[in-house]
């Protein structure tokens, strides 16, 4: 499966934890992780969905963005009718930018995103298997042992 199969795959399947006004412009820029969390990510969506469907809050809440940041997976949920006309969709969602209280389902929201997040920790982004935080330069992966060594080589490759 190609990245834009698998963005493509989350935009229909879950249709409804995505605001449905996202230009085809958003979604290129909406999820960018690597094929080694698309599972987990897959999972978030579904556990999201089950929330929401309890609750019935199906098409309150939307996920924003979901990227890699710092070698972390990080996945940005907001609650649906929120707009700030002064920002694009490009930008990344501050966490300052609150809802207007919090709900029982913004908890159980958190939740699942600590549960999923934590469990990327330990998960290469490049191919799903076991894998750890690496620095290197500056910069962050979580990434096994196989992909942290193809990473370097790329590296030295690159300054030679
Ligand atoms: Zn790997």
Excluded at 8 to 25: G, K, M, Q, V
Excluded at 62 to 80: C, D, S
Excluded at 98 to 116: R, S, Y
């Amino acid at each position: 499966m190609t990245h834009d199969e698998f963005v493509a795959y989350i935009r229909e399947r879950y249709a409804t934890l995505f605001d449905p006004t996202n230009s085809d412009e958003v979604w290129r820029y909406l999820i960018t992780i690597g094929p080694g969390w698309w599972p987990l990510f897959t999972d978030f969506c579904e556990q999201m969905e089950g929330v929401l469907r309890h609750h019935d809050k199906t098409g309150r809440w939307y996920i924003r963005q979901v990227k890699e940041k710092f070698g972390e997976l990080r996945i940005y949920v907001r609650p649906a009718p929120y707009e700030r006309p002064d920002v694009d969709g490009f930008m990344e969602w501050v966490d300052d930018i609150d809802p207007p209280e919090p709900t029982h389902v913004e908890e159980m929201l958190g939740i699942i995103k600590q549960q999923v997040t934590g469990r990327a920790a330990h998960v290469c982004e490049d191919c799903g298997e076991p894998g750890e935080l690496r620095v290197l330069d500056g910069w962050y992966s979580t990434c096994c042992d196989r992909h942290f060594e193809e990473w370097k080589a790329r590296k030295a490759s690159r300054k030679s």
